[in-house]
């Protein structure tokens, strides 16, 4: 069997799409944080890398944030053994296939085109991971559901599912803060440059071809939570004032059941602070060499030199 069947109502309706929460852009852009403020809300449940779930959480048991592996987690177990209620079983190598097949970066021409053709396989895919949403949302009992998966590929895909109604948010960091962030892996900082405009600027695509969307800012959600949530408001239709002043006032935030994602994810409640060591910490010359290559698009989020 697969995760194929009929998609059942959401809980907030026989005919109402499932909102999703859609984090979009580069690794290391602050999504662990944006992903629980905005599980911070009472009707919202955030759940991490979602993309990540079941090769690395289920099949190679990474830890979830409560501290039990993926697979033993008693939130994901519970939502596992309802979607496989819902598709009517599992076949969990299928779906890892069809993963592979319409969320890998260099397949993005195969997902466009997917999105105007009738083609089983994705269509198989695309249900399957309405499911998944369905199954998260009725077992959290909340709303909406957060995915955080920043890959630019499955917001495409899953941007068209019509029994989801998705908001993406491209949340975009100074790419010297990604390169410095990159550097504690010994990434060379031109490498991470170059990533950086590639996922940047897929990501402006599949704004493009989106129904909803905002880009953000990382400074600006750190600077000032509460205007940065506040234009996330409108679009998902909620209200996240009592978590943009709970957060300024010096509140902490904390992930409930975040699947994959950095590692900030385990440590516990945090204050939410600006991140920007790099400004001092990055050589100059460095510094140079990322704004050489991605300054031209840095300024297009109105990012300067110096
Ligand atoms: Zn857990």
């Known amino acids: ?11 907030n309706g026989p005919s109402t799409p499932l909102r999703v929460l859609y984090i979009m852009g580069h690794s290391r852009s602050g999504s662990t944080i944006l992903n629980n403020l905005l599980g911070s809300h009472q009707q919202v449940v955030a759940t991490g890398e979602l993309v990540n779930l079941v090769e690395r959480g289920w099949n190679k048991h990474l830890p979830c944030s409560c501290g039990e592996p993926g697979d033993l987690c008693p939130f994901w177990k519970e939502v596992r053994r309802h979607w496989g209620e819902l598709a009517g079983g599992e076949d969990l190598p299928r779906y890892v296939r069809l993963q592979r097949r319409f969320e890998r970066t260099r397949n993005i021409p195969l997902v466009l085109l997917s999105l105007y053709r009738r083609d089983p396989l994705f269509n198989e895919y695309v249900r399957s991971t309405t499911l998944l949403f369905t199954a998260i949302a009725r077992v959290a009992g909340r709303d909406v559901v957060v995915d955080s998966s920043k890959n630019p590929v499955r917001a495409l895909a899953l941007s068209r599912a019509p029994q989801l109604d998705v908001t993406i948010v491209h949340l975009i960091r100074d790419a010297r803060g990604v390169a410095w962030s990159f550097n504690r892996s010994s990434q060379p900082f031109a490498k991470t440059a170059l990533s950086w405009i590639a996922i940047t600027l897929i990501s402006t695509l599949v704004i493009k071809f989106g129904h909803k969307s905002l880009s953000l800012r990382y400074e600006d959600l750190a600077r000032f939570p509460r205007t940065a949530l506040g234009r996330i408001q409108p679009l998902v239709g909620l209200s996240y004032d009592d978590v943009g002043a709970f957060v300024e006032a010096g509140g902490k935030i904390a992930s409930v059941h975040c699947i994959a994602g950095n590692r900030i994810r385990m440590m516990g ?4 602070q600006l991140e920007e060591n790099w400004r001092s910490a990055l050589p100059p010359g ?5 704004w050489l290559i991605a300054g031209w698009l840095l300024r297009r989020f109105g990012y300067r030199r110096s």
């Open 1 to 11: 069997m697969s995760f194929v069947g009929t998609v059942p109502a959401a809980t």
């Open 269 to 272: 409640p945090m204050h939410l």
């Open 286 to 290: 460095d510094k140079r060499l990322v």
